[in-house]
């Protein structure tokens, strides 16, 4: 249970108390130590505005994580922006997503190709290449999971 005293300890206390573990958290969440010495001293800003207008009974420390974890979320929001701003990146540059119809006609044919060929493979070579197949793709799909 909080009381009055925990919900006025004044910002140095709480300061020293809970720097070092914001500190390590926006290292984790930002992987840069420059951007997480700014995060912060953001988050310990908002706590001393909040000491001035909080009346409520406060966790301090679940208080100061939320804080922490939004204003991280937000930094690397804005430093994705930042980033992309900076390289001046075309968008009209970046490849389409749509395939055009003979895209699809190509792709079609291809399929149907290497269908045909694994059908003439012998039994062992085509549950192999199966095999292979599918093992390739679950590596793909985790490395794109993973970025």
């Keep these: 249970m909080h009381t009055a005293a925990a919900r006025m300890t004044p910002y140095d206390d709480l300061h020293r108390a809970h720097r070092q573990r914001v500190t390590r958290l926006c290292r984790v969440l930002l992987a840069d130590p420059d951007e997480a010495a700014d995060t912060v001293q ?14 409520r009974t406060m966790d301090w420390g ?11 979320r937000d930094r690397r929001r804005s430093g994705w922006w930042r980033w992309w701003r900076e390289r001046g ?3 009209s ?10 895209d699809e006609i190509i792709g079609r044919e291809t399929q149907g190709r290497v269908w045909a060929a694994v059908a003439r493979l012998p039994q062992g070579l085509r549950a192999a290449t199966a095999r292979r197949a599918f093992d390739r793709r679950r590596r793909d799909h985790a490395r794109h999971l993973r970025g």
């Design 42 to 55: 953001d988050v310990f800003t908002r706590l001393h505005e909040q000491l001035a207008i909080e009346t």
């Design 62 to 72: 679940a208080w100061l994580t939320r804080v922490a974890v939004n204003a991280c």
């Design 89 to 91: 990146t075309d968008d």
């Design 93 to 102: 540059a970046l490849p389409g997503t749509l395939r055009t119809p003979e």
